[in-house]
């Protein structure tokens, strides 16, 4: 099954780009495609290898998303990513970030659509296609604001 890529350039450092990532999930990230779907959504990426990814609600309440598998900043980003299925589905995702001009080219990189069962791994990976296509344009959108 072929990955999903997505691959885009924003009008930043490398250095703001991965920061954007990781450390201000909770400013871009759409409350639809989150677990609580709260307006007040937390995200965190722990910065490093075994660290957690997660939201947390303002009541507290944590959900898991995924796990860091490589924390490299600013160049990259890999992780096993669970959101809203068992960590026994998770699949792989990794973010670059290059420096190219002014600018740095953003690349995500999922797979591992293929160690689902294949009724289950296409669909899968077509929704998820989609819902990469809408996050990142808010992204994006986030970083053309600061």
């Given at each position: 099954m072929k990955p999903i890529v997505v691959e885009f350039d924003v009008a930043c450092s490398q250095e703001h780009a991965f920061w954007m990532w990781t450390e201000r999930a909770g400013l871009w990230w759409p409350r639809s495609h989150s677990l609580s779907g709260d307006p007040n959504l937390e995200v965190y990426f722990e910065g490093e290898a075994g660290g957690r990814i997660y939201e947390r609600g303002p009541d507290g309440t944590e959900h898991e998303w995924g796990e860091v598998?490589?924390?490299?900043?600013?160049?990259?980003?890999?992780?096993l990513w669970h959101i809203f299925f068992d960590r026994s589905e998770a699949t792989d995702v990794t973010v670059t970030f290059e420096a190219v001009g002014d600018g740095t080219r953003v690349r995500l990189h999922q797979d591992g659509f293929d160690r689902l069962p294949a009724d289950v791994g296409l669909p899968r990976?077509?929704?998820?296609?989609?819902?990469?296509?809408?996050?990142?344009?808010y992204y994006r959108r986030a970083i053309e604001a600061l």
């Open positions: 598998k490589v924390w490299d900043p600013p160049n990259r980003i890999e992780y990976r077509d929704r998820t296609e989609g819902a990469w296509a809408e996050v990142t344009g």
